[in-house]
């Protein structure tokens, strides 16, 4: 028993020795191990809050403003009522005429009146009426109009308050813009006057 005593107390005082030096080591080297964190802790900050590249996008797809227009122009809505067989709201292709339209509406039925129909070889327009009348219900003694798009020089001169100036000045109008989109061009693009443009729209219309 008294042989072991002094083996545990070296073992003893050893440890006090041991831990004593730690201790001395870390005291004198505190402010290093705290630089070391603080290193540590500023990297670890850094890594986190760096900017990083944003993914690339997708480049999305642009549609000019003609082309939006040009496929608006493509087709048109009519609405087709009437002796037809099958009237309603059509979307036709711009490009088509009254008859195609009433073709597309099942085409004229039994008691359509022959003889007052719209005008068959005028181009469909977005937003019209084209109105097939049944026998019977075509107002009597209604003037037909002649269309300005359609009309020979021989038809226009036959119309009151036309010359043969203002027939040929129509004509070369519709060769060299297309045609008229409306009747009051003859007043903002030939310069019409009011009396006269009053006098040819009683005879005139644009289908």
């Known amino acids: ?74 087709t048109v809505i009519v609405y087709i009522s009437g002796a037809v067989r099958s009237p309603g709201l059509y979307t036709l292709a711009a490009s088509l005429r009254v008859s195609d339209a009433i073709v597309a509406a099942g085409g004229l039925t039994a008691d359509a009146d022959p003889n007052c129909l719209p005008n068959l070889a005028a181009h469909v327009k977005d937003a019209k009426q084209i109105a097939v009348p049944f026998n019977g219900h075509c107002a009597k003694g209604k003037k037909t109009k002649l269309d300005l798009n359609l009309a020979t020089r021989d038809q226009l001169l036959l119309v009151a308050g036309m010359d043969a100036a203002l027939a040929d000045a129509i004509i070369k109008y519709r060769k060299d813009f297309g045609g008229f989109l409306a009747l009051t061009e003859l007043k903002s693009a030939m310069g019409l006057d009011a009396s006269t443009y009053k006098q040819l729209a009683k005879s005139l219309t644009v289908n």
Do not use: C, N
């Open 1 to 74: 028993m008294e042989s072991r005593a002094p083996h545990k107390l070296s073992l003893r005082k050893h440890t006090e020795q041991l831990t004593a030096t730690l201790r001395g080591w870390l005291y004198r080297h505190d402010w290093q191990l705290a630089g070391l964190l603080a290193v540590a802790v500023i990297g670890l900050g850094l890594f986190v809050l760096w900017p990083r590249p944003a993914p690339a996008a997708m480049p999305v797809p642009v549609i000019s403003a003609d082309e939006v227009d040009a496929a608006q122009e493509r």
